[in-house]
């Protein structure tokens, strides 16, 4: 058709409007066949309504015609009036030659409105239809998918192995479905043939890596990532306890540092990057990074103690008391920290303080066997010996096998 062609030109010179009148001033002349041509250009360029309207007009005088009901359902479905297509792809009968087609229709229409049960049954009424279609396999595998029920993707899945649909990543679907069903190393073997750069792809690989023991697949897979997209910030850490299970503790450290340079705000990120710092010998970087954490959270716990045993290390009780104070001042609740608070106060000599850390520790710890233990030979130091006695017989219920403790308690009596 010579006014389609050139309307077809004027399009791709930017000239919508001359397009636009040069089909309407033939419109009124045009033949039934030239309408349905001029509905298709105007869907192609999308002037949806416009060819909402011929294929409208088209239907009443030819109202079992599936072709332009199953137009006219492509428009509604853009126009999201889902309701309208489920109508109109409704009204076309089993027998029709395209109700294959409807069907897939159908549960994609259901699907989208998260009648899952519905879109099941039009599936596999397809399905009985004809067994062989790859198309009905994969939507079959697609709506399992969604929705988790990954068993059932995955043999659908692999029945479009063989098919080339474009589009659709059908090895990306059975590697993260076996993923899914902890089935690690199967999952390799398809996120293998996968081509894909998707920072999300990339990072689920690799945690699947992770999960099959093949760390080297693991930090090949994330330092891949980390090239393609430097703020993936989850990936850091993940990448950095990978290097460190491999005892690259070095790559680990530098993944770490790099990490809290894109997130600034990743409290665990800080704490791997001190751990790391101090297994490098690096004490001063170490007690730096630790304390960003604890900033981040003051009761970050793991972080706490961490730092409250490399001060240990250096013989620093008055830092130690100052950390657990703040600790606590801040919100910090846990009996631990008043455990070490009383062991700092003790060290720096401040007796009376460690009684009473001592004491406020034993409110929640009076079941723990270590605490009992170091708790009365305290207050035997400080001449409590009736307090000890009460505080090792608490603690040889829960141990009475400690022989050494048992003597210790028959002499304190004694005395």
Known sequence: MNILREAEKLMEKDQVEQAMELIQGHMEKATDEELYSFAEFYMQWGFLIEAEEIFKQLLVKYPEETEIKLLLTDIYIEQEKDEVAIDLLNSIPEEDESY??????????????????????????????NPEEPIIDLALGELYYSLGDYKRAITFYEKTMKVDIPNIPIHERLAESYANVGEYELALNFYEKSDSNNPDFLYRYGFTAHQAD??????????????????????????????????????????????????????????????????????????????????????????????????????????????????????????????????????????????????????????????????????????????????????????????????????????
Do not use: C
């Open 100 to 129: 294959l087609q409807v069907l897939v229709a159908l549960a994609d229409l259901y699907q989208a409105q998260a009648l899952f049960e519905v879109a099941e049954q039009k599936l596999l009424k397809a399905k009985e239809l």
């Open 214 to 415: 093949r760390m080297d697949i693991a930090i090949n897979v994330w330092k891949k990532l980390l090239q393609e997209d430097p703020d993936y910030h989850t990936a850091y850490l993940k990448l950095a306890k990978a290097y460190e299970s491999e005892e690259m503790v070095q790559e680990a450290y530098d993944t770490a540092k790099a990490g809290v340079k894109k997130d600034e705000f990743n409290k665990e990120l800080y704490f791997v990057a001190g751990h790391l710092a101090h297994q490098l010998g690096l004490e001063e970087e170490s007690e730096k990074l630790i304390r960003e954490a604890i900033t981040l959270d003051s009761d970050y716990k793991e972080a706490v103690l961490f730092l409250v045993e490399l001060l240990k290390e250096q013989e620093q009780y008055e830092k130690i008391i100052d950390l657990i104070i703040n600790v606590k001042d801040t919100g910090g609740d846990d009996p631990i920290y008043d455990w070490e608070l009383a062991r700092a106060f003790r060290e720096s000599e401040s007796y009376n303080d460690a009684l009473n850390s001592y004491q406020d520790a034993y409110n929640s710890l009076q079941h723990d066997s270590d605490f009992l233990k170091e708790y009365g030979y305290f207050l035997t130091e400080e001449g409590r010996i009736q307090e000890a006695v009460q505080v090792f017989e608490a603690y040889l219920v829960q141990d009475p096998q400690d022989d050494e403790v048992l003597e210790y308690v028959l002499r304190l009596k004694e005395m």
